[in-house]
């Protein structure tokens, strides 16, 4: 069974940075596509950024040039590093594991950006 346990959020003012990280455990880490996706209260849950395992990267546009997807594998780790942060970025982040037709979910981390 694969887990996946989020942890770097907070809050922080306008402007600010933050960086969240994703362990996850079990050997399927290496070969997977790994996500990051946000949801506010009232929407829909968004994908973020992804990256796969060949260490290609997909960002919303939203985020882009603001946020940036990273994985270390020897640590089966992703990470998400997120500057210039708004307002509008304010919502629950959850880390997602693709592998084949497997997926796994991660328990969520608060991130609010506000004065």
């Known amino acids: 069974q694969v887990q996946l346990v989020e942890s770097g959020g907070g809050l922080v003012q306008p402007g600010g940075s933050l960086r969240l990280s994703c362990a996850a455990s079990?050997?399927?880490?290496?070969?997977?596509?790994m996500g990051w996706y946000r949801q506010s209260p009232g929407k829909q849950r968004d994908l973020v950024a992804r990256?796969?395992?060949?260490?290609?990267?997909y960002h919303a546009t939203s985020v882009k040039g603001r946020f940036t997807i990273s994985r270390d594998a020897a640590k089966n780790t992703v990470h998400l590093q997120m500057n210039s942060l708004k307002p509008e970025d304010t919502a629950i982040y959850y880390c997602?594991?693709?592998?084949?037709?497997?997926?796994?979910w991660g328990q969520g981390t608060q991130v609010t950006v506000s004065e």
């Open positions: 990256i796969t395992s060949g260490g290609s990267t």
């Open positions: 079990g050997s399927i880490f290496s070969t997977a596509v």
């Open positions: 997602k594991l693709d592998s084949g037709s497997r997926s796994y």
